[in-house]
């Protein structure tokens, strides 16, 4: 092998996990982590989601806008071939599981075998061939507009997509990432083979591309197969558009109805602090969810008083979603009374601030995150999924548990005076229609 294709070990001694690394001559990342398990899983992604609907290639002078929920029409349209066999036809000779998903960041492309074997190369050659061969025409496109047309009023009629979508959709005033991952009948209605093409040759380019791939599946069985399929991809320098989003939100309450037979409620607390990369959005990542755990988790003081009085049922639940160019917190469950909770939830904070938070529950919290890093190495799926995840905010899966033993009560604290401005909070609401 000369230097580019030399694999080298990745470990993490302490708690007993490794990956080896490959930087394939076509350009491409590829990760595979070991484990003696019966299934192997794979997961070819590239960074491109349906944010990204404004970019500038290195050698373009002016943007391309390209209509709304293209990422995730692409991703059902690399499926098809020339040849009319489509990839799920030729995973079901291998016995392969196939998938694909496409979120705001990134799109992925997915299939888990049980045969390590001879059937899992065929099944990561039918990977690589057919997310590195597209095909689209303007009949086939005009055919996929029907189908994903009625997904997207499918889901116009989904409570809990439609009561989250409402909230990003107040919370941010310009970023994309207010828009739903399909975007709208109208949009897609848009969509031609070239644009498909100009988005696919933009972002699919092995450059801006990751393979994952977790199970006892040696390097050069991987190797062999990218061999054979990928081709040189040529460097490329991809500028996404800076929306300039501006630190507050456009609508503090929005309502609609739907068929629900109780009040849903998105709470959301948008926070202005962006820009971060690597090792620091990843620790901010956890901080956020350790408070969130502190202070709303169903070991708390504020989730059994208001289940204990009835205000909240056990879908209720708190997170926050992370990311270079846009963070949030985000509360959501069921209630009689949605506005109630989210005046709740802002006295939880103010009452912190005011009287600080407990040593036992960061304590306590921590630990469980920290273990809860550790048990993410028990599943094929979930290493792959995360591990791509990870690459693609800029750090090691390996050294997720690091940093969080890294974190401090005082970093807690801190991050509990940052994340809260009353003025950030908005709720989205789905009312029954009766």
Known sequence: MDKMDTVELIENQKIDEKYYYLKHESGLDIYI?????????????????????????????????VPDGIAHFLEHKLFESE???DAFKKYAETGANANAYTSFDKTCYL????????NFDKSLEILLDFVTHPYFTDATVQKEQGIIGQEIRMYDDNPGWQVYFQMLANMYEKHSVRVDIAGTVESISKITADILYKCYNTFYNLNNMVLCITGNISPDQ?????????????????ERFNYNEPQGVRKNITEKKLKVSKPLFNIGIKDGETGLFGRDLAKKEEELDILNNMMFGKSSDFYTRLYDGGKINNKFGAGSEVEVEYCHMLYSGESDNPQEIMD????EYESKIANGLDREDFDRCKRLHYANSITIFDSTDDISNVFVNCIFKGYNLLDLPEIIG???FEDIEKRLIKIFKKENFLISIVNPID
Do not use: M, W
Not at 111 to 118: I, L, P, Q, R, V
Not at 344 to 347: A, R
């Open 344 to 347: 709740e939830i802002i006295k």
């Open 222 to 238: 991987v190797k062999n197969a990218a061999d054979k399929i990928l081709k040189n991809a040529g460097q490329i320098d991809i």
């Open 83 to 85: 040849d009319g066999i």
């Open 111 to 118: 299939f888990s075998c049980s045969d390590n074997g001879e």
């Open 406 to 408: 890294s974190i401090t």
């Open 33 to 65: 982590i070991p484990k003696n398990h019966t299934s192997s899983y794979a997961i070819f992604a590239a960074k491109y989601g349906s944010v990204d609907s404004i970019f500038r290639k290195n050698s373009e002078p002016e943007f391309t806008v």
